[in-house]
């Protein structure tokens, strides 16, 4: 049998969405909430400018909310409303013209009395109608167009309340017009018990039974009916609002001229008065302005008026704005029907992003009730700034930083998985083990570093840390903010981690200092406040050593400016520029007290400043620190080399 020579070609998928497209990462989604949250947003305004941004090719909130608005202003600048009336003065022209060609070939008085009439009827169309009402038509063309024009407004008039009556009510015979009457009549009747408080559960089913045709939606109650009915009825208003006031009036007359009977007319005010009283939340004073070229019907106006409303809804829940707001707030649906189905999928995927990082516990309230990072979240950020400083550690030495979990080394018998900063001997057997499970599973290569198991050593020494990071004006006025607090939350994560033992305490230091926690400290909003007050920073960092007498004493200092501010015995901070001789007095005594504990020091500073420069080495030298002066880009693995450096 020959074979077949198949080709295949490739390409985008471009049948709808792609079935196939990865989940947003919540990973991803985190770090760039955390660095908002650094940069001093919110947790919860953080959450919200994601969802405005989106994110991996999924288009946000705000690009959603632009295609609304354009698709809105697309509908408004190119139509305009005024079909119908277009229409009937084209019908009523060629009306005239047939009966006054048929006039002039008649050499008699009626004739001449005939275009007397018709050259004294109103110049606006919709008298002009009606006094035509009553005219016997000499030529059968011109008895045709006018009616055409009945009929005409008939179905539009339909067409405005009841979905496809244009094309239904074509041709329409005198039966057709009188069941429509009969259905509005039925109908009214309905809406009127319902609306004096009667069940009308009953003569809803029979009012379905019997007029169901005209009612596709199929409607399960008679609340769910008036709802229908009051939406589009709102429409026609507004539709009729967006109208000149010569233009509303000339319609209003020709309604009356509706399938040369204005009981439907009538009929139709009654429903409409009914429905504003029953639904007085609906939009029955707006307006709209079209200004376009393309001339729309009354039912194609009324339906162009819906899709502004559902626009002006769908812009409201995509802005998040309104108290309460949720993701799941948005009408997919209808933003399917009106940007596609890509525009359905991307807010989809932002209502689940929002959905699971809740569930996932991600954010917890605080005590005052506001939303902040929690624990989980915390080390998620922690995990991504620590990644972060491990590459760069590698990048910047070409080597790993190498730490001993305790002094003697002495095995505990355990074993677990080699972790970044680990020099303990491999336990070779497991290692093997590892290897030989991952080749059974298809995995070719002979060796593989998450492979390695290293024997668990117990640690015999530990630390008590303060990092001191300042938190002053010029920190966030020379972008140093944002490295600062990924530099806690790399050091908290290492030690939180792999130096369990040690005792880490972030103290802050403006125009005074506390003691914070990560939370706390990376969610800081920076404030204008002068004073550098080091001083009260090494008093709290005193405090947690000496409550740590049994372990390795560590401060690492992070500024940018020298200090300029000091506490006073009565615990009142003073502040002065240049440097006052009191405030360098109280900084250097208490360097000196924590150098009596054995302290070891290290300075990190932070531009360019020659006398934060020349103060840092006296201090330096004094106590016997180190002073490291870092990139921005390069703060968080100085921090971390130079504590894994002091741990050995």
């Known amino acids: 049998m020959a074979r077949r020579d198949r080709r295949y070609a490739y390409g985008p998928y471009t049948d709808g969405p792609d079935p196939l497209a990865p989940p947003v990462d919540l990973r991803a989604a985190m770090d760039e909430i955390g660095r908002d949250v650094m940069e001093g947003a919110s947790p919860r305004s953080a959450l919200q400018e994601l969802l405005r941004r989106g994110m991996q090719n999924r288009r946000g909130l705000d690009e959603l909310t632009r295609e609304v608005w354009q698709r809105r202003s697309r509908l408004q600048r190119e139509n305009r409303l005024d079909g119908t009336l277009q229409e009937v003065r084209e019908l009523l022209q060629r009306a005239l013209d047939a009966e006054r060609d048929t006039l002039g070939r008649q050499d008699t008085d009626d004739a001449r009395f005939r275009e007397m009439q018709l050259d004294a009827l109103p110049s606006d169309t919709g008298g002009a109608v009606r006094e035509l009402d009553s005219y016997d038509w000499q030529s059968s063309d011109a008895r045709e167009a006018y009616e055409e024009i009945r009929d005409l407004l008939g179905r539009e008039m339909l067409d405005q309340r009841f979905a496809g009556m244009k094309q239904a009510m074509e041709n329409a015979t005198p039966q057709d017009v009188?069941?429509?009457?009969?259905?509005?009549?039925?109908?009214?009747?309905?809406?009127?018990?319902?609306?004096?408080?009667?069940?009308?559960?009953?003569?809803?089913?029979?009012?379905?039974?019997?007029?169901?045709?005209?009612?596709?939606?199929?409607?399960?109650?008679?609340?769910?009916?008036?709802?229908?009915?009051?939406?589009?009825?709102?429409a026609a208003q507004r539709m009729l609002n967006s109208m000149t006031p010569e233009q509303r009036a000339e319609l209003m007359e020709l309604s009356q001229q509706a399938f040369g009977d204005p009981r439907l007319a009538q009929a139709l005010a009654q429903l409409d008065a009914q429905l504003q009283g029953m639904r007085p939340g609906e939009d029955w004073d707006g307006q709209g302005r079209f200004r376009g070229d393309n001339p729309l019907g009354m039912g194609e106006a009324?339906?162009?008026?819906?899709?502004?409303?559902?626009?002006?809804?769908?812009?409201?829940?995509?802005?998040?704005?309104?108290?309460?707001?949720?993701m799941e707030d948005i009408d997919l649906d209808a933003l399917g029907e009106h940007l596609g189905d890509q525009a359905r999928v991307d807010a989809r995927a932002l209502a689940d992003l929002q959905r699971e990082l809740e569930r996932?516990?991600?954010?917890?309230?605080?005590?005052?009730?506001?939303?902040?990072?929690?624990?989980?979240?915390?080390?998620?950020?922690?995990?991504?700034?620590?990644?972060?400083?491990?590459?760069?550690?590698?990048?910047?030495?070409?080597?790993?930083?190498?730490?001993?979990?305790?002094?003697?080394?002495?095995?505990?018998?355990a074993t677990r998985p080699w972790a970044f900063g680990d020099t303990e001997a491999w336990n070779v057997p497991r290692t093997l083990l590892n290897a030989q499970l991952r080749q059974a599973a298809g995995d070719s290569r002979v060796l593989d570093v998450t492979d390695v198991e290293i024997v668990e050593t117990e640690q015999r020494s530990r630390a008590a840390v303060a990092l001191c990071v300042d938190t002053s004006w010029s920190m966030v006025q020379d972008g140093r903010w944002v490295p600062m607090k990924r530099t806690a939350l790399a050091l908290h994560q290492l030690i939180s981690t792999r130096f369990r033992g040690d005792d880490l305490k972030l103290i802050t230091f403006g125009r005074h200092a506390r003691s914070v926690e990560l939370g706390e400290l990376v969610g800081l909003e920076g404030v204008w406040e002068q004073g550098t007050n080091l001083h009260h920073a090494l008093l709290l960092a005193g405090q947690h050593l000496r409550r740590n007498p049994d372990a390795q004493p560590v401060v690492l200092v992070v500024t940018d400016g020298e200090p300029t501010a000091?506490?006073?015995?009565?615990?009142?901070?003073?502040?002065?520029?240049?440097?006052?001789?009191?405030?360098?007095?109280?900084?250097?005594?208490?360097?000196?007290?924590?150098?009596?504990?054995?302290?070891?020091?290290?300075?990190?500073?932070?531009?360019?400043?020659?006398?934060?420069?020349?103060?840092?080495?006296?201090?330096?030298?004094?106590?016997?620190?180190?002073?490291?002066?870092?990139?921005?880009?390069?703060?968080?693995?100085?921090?971390?080399?130079?504590?894994?450096?002091?741990?050995?």
């Open 566 to 648: 000091h506490l006073e015995p009565d615990g009142e901070a003073v502040f002065h520029w240049p440097p006052s001789r009191e405030t360098l007095r109280a900084t250097v005594a208490e360097v000196d007290r924590l150098t009596g504990l054995q302290a070891s020091f290290t300075f990190f500073m932070l531009g360019d400043d020659p006398r934060l420069a020349a103060f840092i080495d006296d201090v330096a030298r004094r106590c016997g620190g180190r002073v490291v002066a870092p990139t921005l880009d390069g703060l968080g693995a100085e921090v971390v080399s130079d504590y894994l450096r002091t741990r050995r």
């Open 360 to 413: 996932q516990g991600l954010f917890e309230r605080a005590p005052d009730g506001s939303l902040q990072l929690s624990p989980k979240a915390l080390r998620r950020l922690g995990e991504a700034a620590l990644r972060d400083v491990v590459d760069k550690i590698g990048a910047r030495r070409g080597e790993r930083e190498t730490r001993r979990s305790g002094a003697s080394a002495e095995a505990t018998g």
């Open 178 to 234: 009188e069941r429509i009457r009969e259905m509005l009549d039925d109908l009214n009747n309905l809406l009127a018990n319902h609306a004096a408080g009667q069940d009308t559960g009953q003569q809803f089913q029979e009012f379905m039974q019997k007029h169901g045709e005209f009612f596709p939606e199929n409607p399960r109650n008679t609340e769910e009916l008036v709802d229908l009915l009051a939406q589009r009825a709102a």
């Open 302 to 326: 009324t339906r162009a008026m819906e899709q502004l409303g559902q626009l002006d809804a769908l812009a409201e829940q995509l802005s998040q704005s309104y108290p309460g707001a949720r």
